[in-house]
């Protein structure tokens, strides 16, 4: 089965937006105003990214460690917790 979205796809999408945008924005004699709206747009995609974007985890070297068990053929008894 072919991943359609992965972790990085809103890179690709967000992209997509600026590029709308500065054709939009930007096509006709832009003025002060237009490069603004550009930039808020932009600005605005570059902070949901830093907001959103996988970030290495403590728990990352756990994860590492289950999957070297269940690749070693071992039985592993695997419990999910919330914090919540």
């Known amino acids: 089965m072919i991943i359609v979205f992965t972790q990085y796809s809103y890179i690709f999408i967000a992209?997509?937006?600026?590029?709308?945008?500065a054709m939009i924005l930007l096509s006709n004699k832009?003025?002060?105003?237009?490069?603004l709206a550009f930039t808020v747009i932009?600005?605005?995609l570059v902070v949901a990214w830093v907001a959103m974007h996988?970030?290495?985890?403590a728990l990352m070297d756990d994860a590492k460690a289950v999957q070297a068990m269940i690749?070693?053929?071992k039985p592993v008894l695997l419990e999910?917790?919330?914090p919540y």
Do not use: K
Request: hydrophobic fraction near 40%; avoid cysteine.
């Open 54 to 57: 996988p970030r290495q985890t």
């Open 42 to 44: 932009v600005g605005g």
């Open 15 to 21: 992209a997509g937006f600026a590029l709308i945008a």
């Open 71 to 73: 690749g070693a053929g």
């Open 80 to 82: 999910f917790q919330s």
């Open 30 to 35: 832009p003025r002060w105003n237009d490069y």
